[in-house]
């Protein structure tokens, strides 16, 4: 691909051998060829990779001036760009890179920019700040890259992309990478590049076939419950749940909260600090789901994602996309499920159409079902225990002082009503909708095992890369089936901290949705 030796060895490095579709065919061409370039793939595709990689080559650290801007649509997206070309250039002459965004303050972003930046990653908004304080010069700019240029304009940053490329020289090379083509893009192309060269990798709006895509059949007042069953049913679940709006987000976090879940929220309303807080959280494996927009979680790189959960589903085909593709990636499989309602079918059946993949019909998991995976798990991880701490004599005597007289049995029954205690299961309520509006479907099987089977693909590329207390589920024998999402044997045990524990006053055990009390190494895309 003719990358320098020293981009090669921090790709190496980083564990990246094989170059993505858009990353083969747009590096070659950016590196030879003095081009406007379009870039259309999907999320999850690479992209960044895809510019970033010929950037760092093109860069001239000697020269003092600003050379590079890249525009993003959130400060996750654009700190996720920063921290990559940090990495991938690792072992070449320093050149220097800064991300400025809104939500942070301005007073240093400015004085950051007294220094040589080669290269400025931003928002439009407070780049249009920066202009006007005199802080940002782009008179000798080299290359203007817009990504994720589409949602750039879903999110009204139409006036300030012209006015920010009202301060660039005609004499630039624009590299444009979106997901989609709209007609507002298209007015930009036209506007502003010259006979730009294409590259359209999934253009038809392609979904990672490593994703399984489910739906139930939920009222909206059971969605929570439902929500709650799936991850009572797999602790070692890892999710990201897409909310239609910012209060949506905030709701559903706090509810999760207040039955001790590992949850929060990430929208528009935060500050910088709770944001980068949630994310730090999230990646760390503190939290076990993230509750979030659309528009917010643009830019979240989190590689081990095991679903991905539409609480409502979006109004355009490509936001679905966006969603499931957080899971899936770099290699991986994942899980896309939506919740509908029962007049919600021909949604399910257009995106079947649009997208040329399959739904399958899924149960939510009953008390009965929840209550059998997570005591099996239980059993075989307490069997698998290993410890090599001795116990002292001293205890064990006093230990058989109290159990002495107690049977086998009736220790063992001791024991299972603790964990069963643990567990705090509320409702055994069928969420599911009535029979007549749903039909027949895929299931869960108690043991966690896919009924039709698992998949066994790979990829390679260069990419970015419960209930209150006190109420019992046993009351009921409905043991209907129902697909359980889970993956690994062993139980984590019973969920941890109490929601003081997770007020903002625990330092990085606070949570950004409790607004009213303050607030493994693998292959990577990238």
Same mark, same amino acid.
């Given at each position: 691909?003719?990358?320098?030796?020293?981009?090669?060895?921090?790709?190496?490095?980083?564990?990246?051998?094989?170059?993505?579709?858009?990353?083969?065919?747009?590096?070659?061409?950016?590196?030879?060829? !003095?081009?406007?370039?379009?870039?259309?793939?999907?999320?999850?595709?690479?992209?960044?990779?895809?510019?970033?990689?010929?950037?760092?080559?093109?860069?001239?650290?000697?020269?003092?001036?600003?050379?590079?801007?890249?525009?993003?649509?959130?400060?996750?997206?654009?700190?996720?760009?920063?921290?990559?070309?940090?990495?991938?250039?690792?072992?070449?002459?320093?050149?220097?890179?800064?991300?400025?965004?809104?939500?942070?303050?301005?007073?240093?972003?400015?004085?950051?920019?007294?220094?040589?930046?080669?290269?400025?990653?931003?928002?439009?908004?407070?780049?249009?700040?920066?202009?006007?304080?005199?802080?940002?010069?782009?008179?000798?700019?080299?290359?203007?890259?817009?990504?994720?240029?589409?949602?750039?304009?879903?999110?009204?940053?139409?006036?300030?992309?012209?006015?920010?490329?009202?301060?660039?020289?005609?004499?630039?090379?624009?590299?444009?990478?979106?997901?989609?083509? $709209?007609? !507002?893009?298209?007015?930009?192309?036209?506007?502003?590049?010259?006979?730009?060269?294409?590259?359209?990798?999934?253009?038809?709006?392609?979904?990672?076939?490593?994703?399984?895509?489910?739906?139930?059949?939920?009222?909206?007042? @059971?969605?929570?419950?439902?929500?709650?069953?799936?991850?009572?049913?797999? $602790?070692?679940?890892?999710?990201?749940?897409?909310? &239609?709006?910012?209060?949506?987000?905030?709701?559903?976090?706090?509810?999760?909260?207040?039955?001790?879940?590992?949850?929060?929220?990430?929208?528009?309303?935060?500050?910088?600090?709770?944001?980068?807080? #949630?994310?730090?959280?999230?990646?760390?494996?503190?939290?076990?789901?993230?509750?979030?927009?659309?528009?917010?979680?643009? *830019?979240?790189?989190?590689?081990?994602?095991?679903?991905?959960?539409?609480?409502?589903? $979006?109004?355009?085909?490509?936001?679905?996309?966006?969603?499931?593709?957080?899971?899936?990636?770099?290699?991986?499989?994942?899980?896309? #499920?939506?919740?509908?309602?029962? &007049?919600?079918?021909?949604?399910?059946?257009?995106?079947?159409?649009?997208?040329?993949?399959?739904?399958?019909?899924?149960?939510?998991?009953?008390?009965?079902?929840?209550?059998?995976?997570?005591?099996?798990?239980?059993?075989?991880?307490?069997?698998?225990?290993?410890?090599?701490?001795?116990?002292?004599?001293?205890?064990?005597? &006093?230990?058989?002082?109290?159990?002495?007289? #107690?049977?086998? !049995?009736?220790?063992?029954?001791?024991?299972?009503?603790? !964990?069963?205690?643990?567990? @705090?299961?509320?409702?055994?309520?069928?969420?599911?909708?009535?029979?007549?509006?749903?039909?027949?479907?895929?299931?869960?099987?108690?043991?966690? *095992?896919?009924?039709?089977?698992?998949?066994?693909?790979?990829?390679?590329?260069?990419?970015?890369?419960?209930?209150?207390?006190?109420?019992?589920?046993?009351?009921?024998?409905?043991? *209907?089936?129902?697909?359980?999402?889970?993956?690994?044997?062993?139980?984590?045990?019973? &969920?941890?901290?109490?929601?003081?524990?997770?007020?903002?006053?625990?330092?990085?055990?606070?949570?950004?949705?409790?607004?009213?009390?303050?607030?493994? $190494?693998?292959?990577?895309?990238?």
């Amino acid at each position: 691909m003719g990358l320098s030796d020293n981009i090669l060895k921090s790709l190496e490095e980083l564990g990246f051998n094989t170059p993505s579709e858009i990353q083969a065919q747009a590096i070659p061409r950016l590196l030879t060829e !003095e081009i406007d370039f379009i870039g259309l793939a999907q999320t999850g595709t690479g992209k960044t990779a895809a510019f970033g990689i010929p950037l760092l080559e093109l860069i001239d650290a000697r020269q003092s001036h600003t050379q590079a801007l890249v525009l993003a649509p959130t400060r996750e997206l654009g700190q996720q760009i920063a921290e990559q070309l940090e990495k991938y250039s690792k072992y070449i002459e320093k050149i220097n890179v800064l991300a400025v965004y809104g939500g942070a303050a301005i007073t240093n972003q400015i004085r950051a920019l007294k220094n040589p930046q080669h290269i400025i990653i931003a928002t439009p908004g407070r780049l249009i700040d920066l202009i006007k304080r005199k802080a940002v010069k782009l008179d000798k700019l080299a290359y203007l890259v817009l990504d994720e240029a589409d949602e750039m304009l879903n999110m009204g940053f139409k006036d300030e992309l012209d006015e920010i490329l009202s301060f660039t020289p005609e004499s630039k090379k624009t590299w444009l990478f979106s997901a989609t083509m $709209p007609a !507002e893009i298209k007015k930009i192309v036209k506007k502003y590049m010259e006979n730009p060269f294409e590259v359209r990798v999934n253009a038809k709006n392609e979904v990672n076939e490593n994703i399984e895509h489910h739906y139930v059949m939920v009222r909206q007042s @059971d969605k929570e419950e439902a929500l709650i069953r799936f991850l009572d049913i797999n $602790p070692e679940m890892r999710g990201l749940v897409f909310c &239609r709006t910012r209060q949506d987000t905030q709701l559903l976090a706090e509810a999760l909260l207040k039955k001790n879940y590992k949850a929060d929220a990430l929208h528009g309303d935060l500050s910088q600090q709770q944001r980068d807080r #949630v994310m730090k959280r999230f990646k760390t494996h503190d939290l076990q789901v993230l509750i979030a927009t659309d528009v917010a979680a643009r *830019g979240i790189d989190v590689n081990d994602l095991t679903h991905v959960f539409h609480y409502s589903l $979006p109004d355009e085909t490509a936001y679905y996309t966006h969603r499931s593709g957080r899971t899936a990636r770099a290699g991986k499989e994942g899980i896309s #499920v939506a919740f509908i309602s029962g &007049r919600e079918g021909h949604k399910i059946r257009q995106l079947e159409n649009q997208l040329s993949i399959k739904f399958k019909q899924v149960t939510i998991p009953d008390s009965q079902s929840i209550m059998d995976v997570r005591i099996e798990n239980w059993m075989q991880g307490l069997y698998d225990f290993k410890s090599m701490v001795k116990v002292d004599v001293a205890i064990l005597e &006093r230990v058989n002082m109290v159990f002495g007289n #107690v049977t086998k !049995e009736e220790l063992l029954r001791k024991l299972i009503l603790l !964990e069963l205690d643990k567990l @705090d299961m509320g409702s055994n309520k069928d969420l599911n909708q009535a029979a007549e509006e749903r039909g027949g479907g895929g299931g869960y099987d108690r043991r966690g *095992g896919r009924k039709d089977g698992g998949r066994d693909s790979s990829r390679g590329g260069y990419g970015r890369d419960r209930n209150e207390g006190g109420r019992n589920r046993f009351g009921g024998n409905n043991r *209907g089936e129902a697909k359980v999402y889970h993956q690994d044997r062993g139980d984590r045990g019973p &969920r941890s901290g109490s929601r003081n524990e997770r007020s903002r006053d625990g330092g990085n055990n606070t949570s950004s949705a409790d607004r009213s009390n303050a607030s493994r $190494p693998k292959r990577r895309r990238f």
